[in-house]
């Protein structure tokens, strides 16, 4: 016999495999009950993610343009430390430790795609982080920086990242990171989302006048 005559005969008997196998499957119930086990399944699970994917988004407070996501406010403890006090709309005001010259607070943000999207519904964002920075390099080189979490822990798994790394077909997620600003004692700003990310304003005088000083 050939070397051909091989796959000849290994492909034939593949066939008689498949035709047994196909005479078996349309002879019993058993295939059926499995989809229909599988089907069931399958919709369990999704039940089980798109309800905790709400529970995640519960989390997130509605954004509008130009709208204040927060105000901060700041008193000395020593040199180069403060009090940070954030004021969010329908939150109980949180106070941070903050060692440094400078603070900066970011963003998650998050907008709807697909059929939501044309639903015109409102994206919403979560504070992110607070953190205090030094001016000098010497300082930042030699003295620990402070940095405080402020998102909530996610329920199950994190929309928001899912969505960063590509895995969700309702959402996009963005990165809002604010402008520097400097600490000072009795210094009020405002936190709000511009086109161009967040927008960091001072609302007192002593916030501005640190500001005039720091430029």
């Given at each position: 016999?050939?070397?051909?005559?091989?796959?000849?005969?290994?492909?034939?008997?593949?066939?008689?495999?498949?035709?047994?196998?196909?005479?078996?499957?349309?002879?019993?119930?058993?295939?059926?009950?499995?989809?229909?086990?599988?089907?069931?399944?399958?919709?369990?699970?999704?039940?089980?993610?798109?309800?905790?994917?709400?529970?995640?988004?519960?989390?997130?407070?509605?954004?509008?343009?130009?709208?204040?996501?927060?105000?901060?406010?700041?008193?000395?403890?020593?040199?180069?430390?403060?009090?940070?006090?954030?004021?969010?709309?329908?939150?109980?005001?949180?106070?941070?430790?903050?060692?440094?010259?400078?603070?900066?607070?970011?963003?998650?943000?998050?907008?709807?795609?697909?059929?939501?999207?044309?639903?015109?519904?409102?994206?919403?964002?979560?504070?992110?982080?607070?953190?205090?920075?030094?001016?000098?390099?010497?300082?930042?080189?030699?003295?620990?920086p402070s940095e405080h979490r402020i998102s909530r822990p996610a329920i199950g798994f994190d929309v928001w990242?899912?969505?960063?790394?590509?895995?969700?077909?309702?959402?996009?997620?963005?990165?809002?990171?604010?402008?520097?600003?400097?600490?000072?004692?009795?210094?009020?700003?405002?936190?709000?989302?511009?086109?161009?990310?967040?927008?960091?304003?001072?609302?007192?005088?002593?916030?501005?006048?640190?500001?005039?000083?720091?430029?």
């Amino acid at each position: 016999m050939g070397f051909d005559t091989a796959p000849l005969i290994i492909i034939a008997f593949c066939l008689l495999m498949v035709i047994v196998a196909s005479v078996v499957l349309l002879r019993t119930q058993w295939l059926l009950q499995w989809l229909k086990g599988s089907a069931g399944l399958l919709l369990i699970a999704l039940a089980v993610y798109f309800s905790l994917f709400s529970l995640n988004l519960f989390s997130y407070q509605p954004l509008s343009h130009e709208a204040p996501l927060v105000t901060v406010s700041f008193r000395t403890l020593a040199p180069q430390s403060y009090i940070a006090t954030l004021s969010q709309p329908g939150y109980d005001s949180v106070d941070y430790q903050l060692d440094g010259d400078l603070w900066r607070v970011d963003a998650r943000v998050i907008r709807w795609k697909g059929a939501f999207a044309l639903l015109g519904l409102q994206p919403g964002y979560q504070l992110e982080r607070i953190q205090g920075r030094y001016l000098t390099l010497e300082d930042e080189r030699s003295k620990e920086p402070s940095e405080h979490r402020i998102s909530r822990p996610a329920i199950g798994f994190d929309v928001w990242q899912n969505a960063r790394s590509g895995w969700s077909m309702m959402i996009k997620a963005d990165y809002g990171m604010g402008n520097i600003m400097p600490m000072a004692d009795g210094a009020i700003y405002e936190v709000t989302l511009g086109n161009t990310g967040l927008i960091t304003r001072p609302l007192n005088g002593a916030a501005q006048d640190a500001l005039k000083r720091w430029e």
